[in-house]
């Protein structure tokens, strides 16, 4: 039996540390999930990431509006989608689907979909969330440039040990709680914010983070292995 996949890339990992796009890593991505076998559909989340943030932060100088400053960020997040279905050519859907009326005709068409974000005040990973409830995906991958959640900052403290498996609510209190007033603003968004996780609550999907950063550990997830390193994130 075949099923459905919704897989969330942060727009950082697009790129490489001095800001130029990553064309050997979004080739590998491409080559990864155009081997459709496991998946009678597939659905990529793409976020805005480094280009999306140096808009925001000019925009915010310039009017404040956050909502106007989201905005930037959701044309950003479909600029990279479509960076991706420009790799996988004839294995996607040509278009980037900018609801989820859109994305269920699209669907139509048994073609890899690729999105962005769809309104003011989500993130992207709110929308794979979305998107995975409405389609009733049997895997939600969310990809990041880290492992997987960790008892604290991994970038700061050197012992941070990752945590593999992880219930919602536990998500709440490690992520949520501590992420302080600015964690909805636009180009702000942590790995869940507040509606994102309200999503994953309701619709009691399972969520599987992991590194996007060299794709191993995902290429080892596509082909059904076991032992992938990342956070289970389940209810």
């Known amino acids: 039996m075949k099923g459905k996949c919704v897989i969330k890339v942060?727009?950082?990992?697009?790129?490489?540390?001095?800001?130029?796009?990553?064309?050997?890593?979004?080739?590998d991505f491409c080559n990864i999930i155009k081997n459709k076998s496991n998946y009678d559909s597939?659905?990529?989340?793409?976020?805005?990431?480094?280009l999306a943030r140096e808009y925001i932060n000019v925009v915010r100088k310039f009017s404040g509006?956050?909502?106007?400053?989201?905005?930037?960020?959701?044309?950003?997040?479909?600029?990279?989608?479509?960076?991706?279905?420009?790799?996988?050519?004839e294995s996607a859907f040509p278009q980037v689907p900018k609801t989820i009326e859109e994305l269920s005709i699209a669907m139509l068409h048994e073609k890899i979909l690729v999105m962005g974000g769809l309104q003011p005040g989500q993130s992207t990973t709110s929308v794979a969330i979305e998107v995975a409830e409405y389609i009733n995906a049997e895997n939600l991958v969310i990809l990041t440039d880290v492992e997987g959640i960790y008892d604290k900052d991994p970038k700061k403290f050197k012992d941070a040990i990752l945590l593999k498996?992880?219930?919602?609510?536990?998500?709440?209190?490690?992520?949520?709680?501590?992420?302080?007033?600015?964690?909805?603003?636009a180009g702000?968004?942590?790995?869940?914010?507040?509606?994102?996780?309200?999503?994953l609550k309701r619709s009691k999907i399972?969520?599987?983070?992991?590194?996007?950063?060299?794709?191993?550990?995902?290429?080892?997830f596509w082909k059904g292995e076991k032992n992938v390193i990342g956070t289970r994130i389940t209810n």
Request: net charge negative; proline share 0%; glycine share 12%.
């Open 10 to 27: 942060g727009g950082s990992l697009l790129f490489k540390d001095g800001n130029n796009l990553d064309s050997e890593k979004i080739t």
């Open 42 to 50: 597939i659905v990529v989340i793409c976020g805005g990431g480094i």
């Open 65 to 89: 509006n956050e909502a106007l400053c989201d905005t930037f960020g959701i044309e950003i997040s479909r600029i990279n989608s479509k960076l991706i279905i420009a790799c996988l050519n």
């Open 165 to 185: 498996k992880l219930t919602y609510k536990e998500v709440q209190e490690k992520i949520l709680d501590g992420s302080g007033i600015n964690q909805a603003a």
């Open 188 to 199: 702000e968004y942590r790995i869940f914010d507040a509606v994102s996780l309200q999503i």
């Open 206 to 220: 399972e969520a599987f983070m992991m590194s996007g950063k060299d794709l191993s550990q995902f290429g080892k």
